[in-house]
């Protein structure tokens, strides 16, 4: 069981995280639902076994990355914004250089991780859910964190096979209830 203070820190943290992301331009939320459309979509092939089509998604994901305006954004953040986009970028060119799935998946790991940063960091227009999964076997058990904008864990990591795997830990976004 956590601790008063724990709790009262990620209260806190999650305040500030808050208080940050509203200082983000909402045009520049906007363009990043399209890197985060794109990346669902990788997320649902790699879930699904389909390896050509996880690699199409990634060379889709790229091109919206490269469309993102980050001139909308104030010195500081703008700063920012480049480095995590040089990191997004060479991290999502690994994976559509991956020659076969067991490749992309393993390179779908730190993908995750990043876009797990933008969103904590950056926001969407909050048009759909973006809720982290963990799954604890992926890996070795060394486990693995994705996203997805639905409920329902869908792996990423085992495919087919372990389809369920993994647990829903966190709603980062609640997505707008229609």
């Known amino acids: 069981m956590a601790s008063k203070e724990t709790v009262k820190k990620n209260v ?10 509203s200082k983000i331009p909402d045009e520049f939320k906007k363009q990043l639902d399209g890197i985060f459309d794109a990346y669902f979509n990788i997320q649902q092939a790699l879930s699904q076994d389909k390896f050509k089509e996880a690699i199409d998604n990634t060379q889709k994901f790229i091109q919206a ?7 909308l954004l104030d010195h500081k ?7 995590k986009y040089d990191e997004i970028k060479k991290s999502a060119e690994d994976i559509r250089n991956s020659n076969n799935i067991a490749k992309a998946r393993e390179g779908f790991s730190p993908f ?3 876009m797990i940063e933008v969103a904590k ?32 864990t869908e792996n990423p990591y085992f495919g087919k096979m372990m389809f369920s795997c993994g647990d829903q830990v966190e709603v980062i976004f609640e997505g707008i209830k229609k």
């Open 112 to 114: 995750s991780m990043l």
């Open 121 to 152: 960091k950056f926001g969407t227009s909050n048009k759909q859910p973006i809720i982290r999964f963990h799954c604890p076997m992926a890996f070795n058990n060394k486990g693995a964190d994705w996203l997805q904008n639905k409920t329902g």
């Open 12 to 21: 806190n943290e999650d305040k500030e995280q808050k208080k940050e992301i």
């Open 65 to 71: 990355l490269e469309k993102v305006d980050m001139t």
């Open 77 to 83: 953040t703008h700063l920012e914004w480049m480095k």
